[in-house]
Every structure is written in C-alpha cells, then in structure tokens.
T-cell receptor, first 114, second 112 residues
C-alpha cells in the first residue's frame, strides 16, 4: 500500500512569492494533517481535516496561509506571500478517524525562502 | 499551558540499551506517543501508551506513568540504523480539540 505522497520535495522561492504544496493521504484515511517542522524541532500542527472539513485550524496563520481538501482526499497548502521565516519542512500526515495518536507522515516539502 | 521535556541528545554504542525520557505538563491528557525520524525522512510511529505500564514491541518498549506525567522509550540491542531523532508526543484536548503535541526531540547517536 502506498504511503502519504507529497510534492514537491524541495522548493526554493523568493520572498513575497506564492507557493503551494500538495498531499495525497493513505487510501481510506479520513483525517489529514498539515504540520510545519523547523530544524531541530518537533512537528507543529497547522491544520487538521476530517474528510473535507477543517476541524482545527487554530494554529494556521490565516493572513498568509490557506488550505483546502476538496472531495476529502488530496489537500493543498498555500502560502501567499511567503516570508523568510517560512523556510521549514512542511509535513503532511494522515490517520484513520479517531486515530490521532497514530499518524502516517509523508516525506515533507523542504521550503527555502530567499 | 503545556510543555514536554526530553533530552536533546543521547549517545550509545551498538548492542547497548538506551532510555529516552519524556516529562510533560498538560491538561486533558489522553496518552503518549513516540515517533522516530531519520535525517531528511518522515516521522514514523513507534508506540502509543494510554495506560500506565510498559508496552513492548520487538526491540523497542515504551512506558507511561500518568501520576508522574512521565514516560520513556527503551531501545534494546542498539543498531547503527537506530541513529535518528525520537519525539514524544502527548495526545490531549486543548481549546476543545484533540491534538497531538510533539516535543523537541532527542537525537540518538549510535556508534560502533
């Protein structure tokens, strides 16, 4: 069975440019998460979806970040405009509903903002 | 607020046993998970403890004491491939939402 797929794996952009990340979760996993991970730190939750509904976006900086999960499968996370401080790894994870403690992570997108 | 504390780095030799501790302060505690992450890789789930006691899965074991707000990950018969970062993560309820909150991680270096 395929794991969580993310693309691109790496992205380099100039500050103030937009950027988007894509995630395809494990088949059958209704819950999808986007995390941000800075170097030497643990993942920090940005948003959690149950099917197509964002049930926890309390930590998403809504002035520049947005996310969507149309049809309750694939998801896209967007930053517009990007700032230097957004340089980090963006991880997508999925789990079965109610299985928050057991999440399956994708390889992440490493973003560098210049 | 909430906090998790784990050592930043632990070193050990192949074949040895190492214990990575995690103490936490949080409200609405449900349980403690452990994840492994190799450099440049994805975090992978290792274990979850909701009840007090020791859970064993092969060479890895995880322990939880809810009364002490403390847990640990025990790695036996260390192998070079165990060199990675290990994160404890608390499952809790915060601002009405269930969350998994990760610690800052412990970097394990296994030498020959």
């Amino acid at each position: 069975e395929a794991g969580v797929v993310q693309s691109p794996r790496y992205k380099i952009i100039e500050k103030k440019q937009p950027v988007a990340f894509w995630c395809n979760p494990i088949s059958g996993h209704n819950t999808l998460y986007w995390y941000l991970q800075n170097l030497g730190q643990g993942p920090e939750l940005l948003i959690r979806y149950e099917n197509e509904e964002a049930v926890d976006d309390s930590q998403l900086p809504k002035d520049r970040f947005s996310a969507e999960r149309l049809k309750g499968v694939d998801s896209t996370l967007k930053i517009q405009p990007a700032e230097l401080g957004d340089s980090a790894v963006y991880l997508c994870a999925s789990s079965l509903s109610g299985g928050l403690e057991t999440q399956y992570f994708g390889p992440g997108t490493r973003l560098l903002v210049l | 607020g909430q906090s998790l504390e784990q050592p930043s780095e632990v070193t050990a030799v192949e074949g040895a046993i190492v214990q990575i501790n995690c103490t936490y302060q949080t409200s609405g505690f449900y349980g403690l998970s452990w994840y492994q992450q190799h450099d440049g890789g994805a975090p992978t789930f290792l274990s979850y403890n909701a009840l007090d006691g020791l859970e064993e899965t092969g060479r890895f074991s995880s322990f939880l004491s809810r009364s002490d707000s403390y847990g640990y990950l025990l790695l036996q018969e260390l192998q070079m491939k165990d060199s990675a970062s290990y994160f404890c993560a608390v499952k809790n309820v915060n601002t009405g939402f269930q969350k998994l909150v990760f610690g800052t991680g412990t970097r394990l270096l296994v030498s020959p």
